[in-house]
């Protein structure tokens, strides 16, 4: 593998951005001041709403769960608004973990895992999945703790058994990456399916990263749809019981997430007090949009190379595959798109050929301290990290797509 400096010097020879300048640590520290700063203003700001997002999920999984094993059925309105949304599998999968620690420390074992996955997420994906040498893991960390709205401490706080799952996810597929093998992967993915569906978006990294994997990929799709329709036929009281409770937390009590869908439903629901087709069609339309730019864009990459198409070499390209995987879940979370915004991060400083990441860092973050003060209903506050994800894309997009029409393109950049 090239060195840094002469990957620089390849770059700039075939019209393509020279790497930022190395930032001094003594750099880091100050920038970092300044976001704990911004951070106890965003605290005194929406101290209120803290008691609120601390463990927010953590006491809903331990109430699920012993309600399940003592007899009872762990769809209920106890915790009302927050609702249990997993199906009978993870039950079975959590009541089998919770053996495995000793009574009473299951929380405190949960707890910090879920902080490791956080922590660890932005480190894995700038180690293994973007390797530009100006994002070292200390940069890595900063960039991902100070997201616009501090959308990963949101995460962090919320305790959502996702990011578990994402770092999982992410850290399975470095072999993938590296050789191509991608077999604990899809185990992830499928222990990760049939939990949330929508982590079936993540086989877009072997069929766009990978090579031929579209067949093991249908197979692991198909595997969590097989198990989907086993436990509704042989756990059908609980499985009724889980359609009852994501259909209570999503649609009677409006929690649509704030990716496209969640602004078009929010604004539907607002105007007509339900939730027509049309939101659902346009974030179907814009999944499949998405999908089939990223597959003609990989058939221009890899015709018009000059290296072959080593598609997990391109820092932009793997950025956007990994923000594909969360534009295409209709229910975006802040738990998904902390991680779509550190790819947007990625793709902005390299596409916009910007010389001083930090710089960056602070313009992005910025507006976001004001967007509770501009828009006034709580499940649209993540409509500006939507944005930013969306322009990411489409920057990224235009920027390999033009790069490919170039004489000499290099894809291993």
Known sequence: MADASSESKRDYAVGRMREPEEIRPARLVSVLLMFVVAAVGFWWLHRGDFSLWWLEDLPVYAHALRDWQAGRSPYNAELSPLYFLYPP??????????????????AWVYV???????????LVLARYFFRRPWLGLLLAELVFVAEPRFTALLALCGANVASLFYC????AA??????????????VVFLGGITKITFLALLLLPVLIGKRQWGRSIVCGVAVAGTNLAEQVLLPGLYAGYQWSVLQAILV????????????????DKRHHAVGLWPYAVSALLALGITLGLLVLRRRLEDGSADGGLLA??????????????????????????????????????????????????AWFLPSLVVPRVIHSPVLYGVYETLLVLGAF?????????????????FGG
């Open 168 to 171: 999982l996810a992410f850290a």
């Open 394 to 410: 489409g920057v990224g997009y235009w920027w390999l797509w033009r790069g490919a029409g170039r004489s000499g393109f290099s």
């Open 89 to 106: 599998a993870f039950l079975y999968m959590a009541g089998w973990l919770s053996h495995l620690v000793p009574e009473g420390w299951g």
């Open 253 to 268: 009590q409006r929690h649509y997430g704030y990716g496209v869908f969640g602004v078009l439903a929010f604004f539907d």
């Open 174 to 187: 470095v072999p993938g990456l590296r050789r191509n093998r991608w077999e604990l992967f899809y185990l």
């Open 112 to 122: 910090g895992a879920h902080v490791a996955a956080v922590c660890a997420i932005p």
């Open 313 to 362: 070499g391109n820092a932009v390209w793997v950025a956007l595959v990994v923000m594909a995987v969360v534009l295409v879940n209709p229910r975006e979370m802040q738990y998904d798109v902390d991680i779509a915004l550190f790819a947007a991060f990625v793709v902005f400083v390299t596409a916009l050929r910007v010389r001083w990441p930090l710089l960056l860092m602070v």
